[in-house]
Nanobody, 120 residues
Framework: QVQLVESGGGLVQAGGSLRLSCVAS????????MGWYRQAPGKQRESVAT???????NYADALKGRFSISIDNGKNKVYLQMNNLEHEDADVYYC??????????????WGRGTWVTVSS
């Protein structure tokens, strides 16, 4: 079973920056795609950014230019650099990974989430 653990969330002032990290672990697997999603209370989870193991990225249109996703395949880690944060960015951020393992084929996994709070 693959586990995803996020870190790097916290309280930041509007206009500030945060860098989220997520590491995948647990057995032998190959990463297909990793990504970040966010969800506000009472709202649907939405995609923030995704990245393939080859580095192809996809961003939510509204976040292009402020957020940047990167991957370290050797460490099974994905990062989300968030700049010029706005109050609307305050959410729980979840890491997602689609991985392939011999015994299970391709499966999706989720982390438990990390809070991002933006203050005035």
């Amino acid at each position: 079973q693959v586990q995803l653990v996020e870190s790097g969330g916290g309280l930041v002032q509007a206009g500030g920056s945060l860098r989220l990290s997520c590491v995948a672990s647990g057995g032998m697997f190959r990463i297909n795609v990793m990504g970040w999603y966010r969800q506000a209370p009472g709202k649907q989870r939405e995609s923030v950014a995704t990245i393939t193991s080859r580095g192809a990225t996809n961003y939510a249109d509204a976040l292009k230019g402020r957020f940047s996703i990167s991957i370290d395949n050797g460490k099974n880690k994905v990062y989300l650099q968030m700049n010029n944060l706005e109050h609307e960015d305050a959410d729980v951020y979840y890491c997602n990974a689609n991985v392939w393992a011999t015994a299970r084929g391709s499966q999706d996994y989720w982390g438990r989430g990390t809070w991002v709070t933006v203050s005035s």
